[in-house]
């Protein structure tokens, strides 16, 4: 083996002005929401123990270290390849352009340039730091190039017939906006950018050639298998019990069930194991979390993410496991019961299932934390049937809670609402179904005094960070109107990505030069087109068709749609008694619209408020156990 160099390497020192390849053979960039919010919610987490509003910028170089793990890269005359690290590499240039694009509109004094660490110019030609070698000089034949660019330039992508790669970071840059902790957006923004660049760090290992990069890969993946945390959880409860028989027969269910959870929803899944334990102890057993402060101490909230293993050894004693029978009882019962649970919540989370529709409408708000919540009320000795109904009111709840939050332009992401989740965990944990239902019920009035109710707000108004919120908000909507109206659900219709995916479109084309009569200024006439009640989920291809028409136009195609298109069309009320009969039972202001001005969106903005109020209403939770 020839030379092989490794040091260290902040963000800044690995990136700036960097041209990295990856040969075309090489696996497609894989990573899923999962990933991307564990890596965001680490970094971030780290970056708020130390930051206070207080500091000055130049305290951050006092700010605690974090270490990202380490690439191995081959240096050949054609360049500087990565053999292992692209996924963490393209994360972290997304999330670079994520920064990048916040800081538009700052001062230059208040801004952090990060341009270098995303692409580098040669000649005249835009680089990004990340392409797939194709033997094409031209970086513009890159495949990512055409993503990349665009979401530098925060313009929208179709990513229709693209490779998985392709859609995969267009996705993933989606995440990003998603779950960047909003308090992170404002004044600590240059803040965090001199701390993710500075102190966040790679070891950087470099072979001369393909062969060694490949044998040190290699080497450091394969040599040896080290003990997960879950093996060594496994080892210690199975040791713990005496009857050889019985330990036998748990050690066989444990190996069933951690294969089970590893397979996941679209292959293996080598954390799911892990994920499903951390959930289950957690949702039980977690009693204190660390205060946000700097210095303060991990406690079991966090103690549980990060050693489980250990956790359960060091508080067998408060966890009732003493005798044999109680470590058998403790894998037999309550690991069996959480973890079946647990998966049974996960399919929710993908598919519709009767009485857990809710736990889907969750997922698709992104809220990775429901299943802390949902596991939090339930017993091993619960019947069927309680269970469902538990089940059903923390999802609801969950879901009013969500929805109010991004009706109010409030973040949803893991960093803001973990703590709240913490408390509420507790607050419901083995809670019988009445008492949940009121407990949820108290919570959701409590939110409404202090501000969150669909009717203390103006409304929802589309921008560039909250689309994916008002596309999955709208596909609520425009799917309630239709099952009230007697048709089947077709949610998971509105929010597939893809091709033949469904869109947020804008009713008024983006014409101001056609609204002079109402508006002096283009900017009042952004912010009111912007409104819900301009807004309308439609098939991409529709938008691609009839988008820039005029409205007396659209309104004639709206009628081929989903009702709550089809509701601005005088046919809609003609032509569809189960639609016509919601109208008359609910009161709700629908009306057909010749012409759509300015009052037309306020009016419109206001039916969809009343529509919110009754697909959101906490009375629902009460109706439950028919209280």
Excluded: C
Aim: proline share 3%; glycine share 4%; hydrophobic share 35%.
């Amino acid at each position: 083996m020839k030379r092989v160099e490794g040091r260290t390497r902040s963000v800044k020192e690995l990136l700036a002005n960097a041209r990295y390849a990856i040969d075309f053979y090489q696996r497609d960039y894989k990573w899923t929401t999962k990933e991307v919010e564990e890596l965001v919610t680490d970094l971030t987490e780290r970056f708020l123990d130390d930051y206070r509003p207080e500091h000055p910028r130049s305290q951050v170089e006092k700010y605690g270290h974090y270490f990202l793990g380490s690439i191995i890269l081959s240096s050949k005359d054609s360049g500087t390849y990565i053999v292992d690290g692209q996924q963490r590499l393209t994360t972290l240039t997304l999330l670079l352009v994520h920064l990048h694009n916040l800081q538009q509109g700052r001062t230059e004094q208040k801004q952090v340039p990060v341009g270098n660490l995303i692409y580098s110019e040669k000649y005249g030609s835009k680089s990004f730091n990340i392409r797939v070698q194709t033997g094409l000089e031209d970086s513009t034949q890159d495949e990512r190039y055409a993503v990349m660019n665009a979401l530098f330039q925060e313009k929208e992508f179709d990513t229709s017939g693209q490779p998985e790669s392709v859609q995969n970071i267009y996705a993933r840059s989606q995440d990003i906006q998603e779950l960047f902790p909003e308090k992170l957006s404002g004044d600590a923004l240059p803040y965090f950018i001199d701390w993710l660049t500075e102190n966040v760090h790679l070891v950087e290992i470099t072979a001369s050639n393909d062969e060694d990069a490949y044998s040190i890969f290699e080497t450091m993946n394969d040599r040896g298998l080290r003990l997960s945390p879950t093996d060594m959880l496994k080892g210690f409860l199975l040791a713990s019990i005496g009857d050889s028989k019985q330990r036998a027969r748990a050690n066989a269910l444990w190996r069933s069930r951690v294969e089970e959870l590893n397979r996941g929803s679209q292959g293996d899944n080598k954390d799911g194991d892990a994920d499903a334990i951390k959930t289950w102890l957690r949702s039980q057993y977690a009693q204190s979390i660390r205060e946000r402060k700097a210095g303060a101490k991990a406690q079991d909230f966090d103690k549980i993410s990060t050693e489980f293993h250990r956790w359960v050894k060091e508080n067998a004693e408060s966890l009732g496991l003493k005798h044999s029978d109680d470590f058998l009882h403790f894998v037999e019962r309550d690991f069996e019961f959480y973890t079946r649970q647990y998966l049974l919540l996960q399919r929710a989370s993908r598919e519709l299932i009767p009485g857990l529709e809710h736990v889907l409408y969750n997922a698709r708000q992104r809220f990775t934390q429901q299943y802390l919540l949902l596991l939090a009320p339930l017993a091993p000795d619960d019947k069927p049937d309680t269970i469902a109904l538990k089940q059903r009111l923390v999802a609801r709840y969950i879901d009013i809670m969500l929805t109010r939050r991004i009706w109010h332009s409030r973040a949803i992401d893991y960093s803001t609402l973990q703590y709240n989740v913490f408390v509420t965990m507790k607050a419901i944990r083995g809670l019988n179904p009445h008492v949940l239902a009121h407990t949820l019920y108290d919570l959701l009035k409590q939110q409404e005094a202090e501000g969150t109710s669909f009717a203390s707000s103006a409304g929802l108004r589309l921008h560039s960070q909250n689309r994916y919120a008002i596309h999955r908000t709208l596909a609520r909507i425009t799917d309630y109107v239709g099952m009230q109206s007697g048709d089947q659900s077709r949610y998971l219709e509105y929010v597939r990505e893809g091709k033949n995916s469904f869109e947020v479109e804008h009713i008024w084309a983006n014409h101001f030069e056609d609204h002079q009569d109402e508006f002096q200024h283009e900017t009042d006439f952004a912010e009111h087109r912007n409104r819900l009640g301009d807004l309308l989920l439609l098939p991409k291809s529709f938008n691609a068709s009839y988008g820039d028409m005029p409205y007396q136009e659209k309104v004639e195609h709206y009628n081929t749609q989903n009702l709550l298109a089809r509701s601005l069309h005088p046919l809609a009320y003609q032509n569809n008694p189960g639609f016509v009969r919601f109208v008359e039972q609910t009161g709700l202001p629908f009306k057909p619209l010749a012409d759509f001005k300015k009052g037309d969106i306020d009016q419109r903005t206001n039916l969809y408020r009343l529509l919110a109020e009754r697909i959101w209403n906490p009375e629902d939770l009460l109706a439950e156990v028919k209280a």
